[in-house]
């Protein structure tokens, strides 16, 4: 019993001092004050630390996903000669993403999360990417710009919509974002580490994909918040007649 009181005190002493050592770095940067290259090395082992809960937190059950080889090179969907990831390739590097890591997280059952209309059904993806940011994504001089955290987070909401369309039984449909709504809660510091969660909380028709996602800082606060709605294309013939067969309000005139 010893042994495990000792254990669980120097996990919370371990995450203390992450927290300490972000809330440092942010209180700095807002004040625009020039980050040192020691500071940006306690970002690192923030990020190291955070990973690190993550996992032992979760006991097993997260699946750690290929984000990180994205970052690195073209895969064989991105073979052509030009093209690259906005995020993951052109965005990627010092001073910008730094570093990254994403995990699929379960999902509850079904049972557990109330009732659905006829055509709609729960979503079973959910993923969360743990992202070091750099000082050259800003807006202002000491917060990251706005427009990289609505990219980010369709990036994200694309990644857990090409999962829930595998598990839909689409793999060929294309996705495409219909709408991106964001609301920023808090500035983002630049240099610091952060968590953004997201997951696909509906299907309607087997083609509309509704999602929502959240980016937090090593305090747990909320910074972020973000909901999408992302369209299959190019269904295949079960989807599309699932889709005429089901009955649609019409308004009648008055």
């Not at 995990?103 to 509850?108: E, F, G, K, M, Q």
């Not at 209309?117 to 979503?123: L, M, N, S």
């Not at 990289?148 to 039984?169: N, P, R, Y």
Request: with cysteine; aromatic share 8%; charged share 25%.
């Amino acid at each position: 019993r010893g042994g495990c009181v000792h254990e669980v005190l120097a996990e919370a002493a371990v995450a203390a001092a992450a927290t300490a050592a972000a809330a440092a770095l942010s209180a700095r940067s807002m004040l625009g004050t020039a980050v040192s290259a020691e500071e940006k090395r306690v970002a690192v082992d923030d990020f190291d630390a955070w990973s690190a809960r993550l996992e032992a937190a979760a006991k097993g059950r997260l699946q750690e996903l290929p984000c990180a080889a994205e970052a690195e090179y073209p895969t064989a969907a991105w073979s052509h000669p030009t093209s690259r990831r906005f995020i993951f390739h052109t965005l990627f590097g010092k001073g910008m993403i730094e570093r990254v890591k994403m995990w699929r997280v379960p999902t509850p059952p079904d049972s557990e999360r109330g009732q659905l209309k006829g055509d709609e059904a729960w979503g079973h993806t959910e993923i969360h990417i743990l992202m070091q940011l750099g000082d050259r994504l800003c807006g202002h001089p000491e917060f990251v710009h706005g427009g990289f955290l609505s990219a980010i987070f369709d990036e994200l909401f694309g990644w857990a919509t090409a999962m829930e369309k595998d598990m839909l039984g689409e793999p060929a449909a294309k996705i495409f974002t219909a709408n991106l709504d964001v609301n920023y809660r808090r500035p983002v510091p630049k240099c610091g580490t952060y968590l953004l969660k997201c997951r696909v909380n509906k299907v309607v028709r087997g083609k509309k994909i509704y999602l929502e996602g959240s980016l937090l800082n090593a305090r747990n606060e909320l910074l972020t918040e973000s909901t999408s709605l992302y369209i299959l294309t190019g269904l295949s013939s079960v989807v599309r007649n699932l889709e005429a067969a089901t009955p649609r309000t019409t308004i009648s005139p008055a």
